[in-house]
């Protein structure tokens, strides 16, 4: 058994490093606490919501974001389909250039959504790989 802390060898069962103090199975409980995530999981998660992958890579706030995004999206297709209901073709003129633009963002909030959950995954295990704690 060696001390987390200093590298030195511990004898077994020890509550306390002897040489620098350290409290043995401190770290090894956070180790038990925060597990790695898997950046494939992460990348899953968004292709079947945008954004969820990144919050399941501790990116709360920007998976909430993009999510948000998503949603609006969602929110133009909607009423372009009930314009289209009402008999106005929403695939002619002015309302099919917006109407193919909100498409193509959706594809690109999409893709963005999981090649950030796969990148922010990997910077979450990096982190706490390097700290022991997952990033605030
Ligand atoms: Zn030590």
């Known amino acids: ?19 620098c103090g350290h409290r043995a199975g401190d770290i090894s409980r956070k180790k038990i606490l925060y597990e790695k ?4 999981m992460a990348a899953l998660l968004s292709a079947a ?5 990144i919050m399941y890579s501790g990116r709360i706030a920007a998976g909430l974001l ?3 995004f998503a949603v609006c999206g969602m929110g ?5 389909a009930v314009s289209m209901g009402s008999g106005t073709d929403p695939f002619t003129g002015f309302t ?4 193919w633009s909100v498409f193509a963002g959706q594809a690109v909030i999409w893709v963005l959504g999981i090649a950030l959950s ?3 995954c990997e910077e979450y295990n ?5 700290h022991g704690v997952p990033p605030q």
């Open 66 to 68: 993009l999510f948000l």
């Open 37 to 40: 995530k898997d950046p494939g």
């Open 1 to 19: 058994m060696y001390c987390e802390s200093c590298g030195r060898e511990m004898p077994p069962g020890a509550g306390f490093c002897p040489s």
């Open 126 to 130: 990096n982190y706490l790989q390097t």
């Open 118 to 120: 796969y990148k922010y």
């Open 49 to 53: 919501v945008p954004g969820l992958g």
């Open 96 to 99: 099919a250039v917006i109407l």
């Open 76 to 80: 133009v297709g909607l009423v372009s």
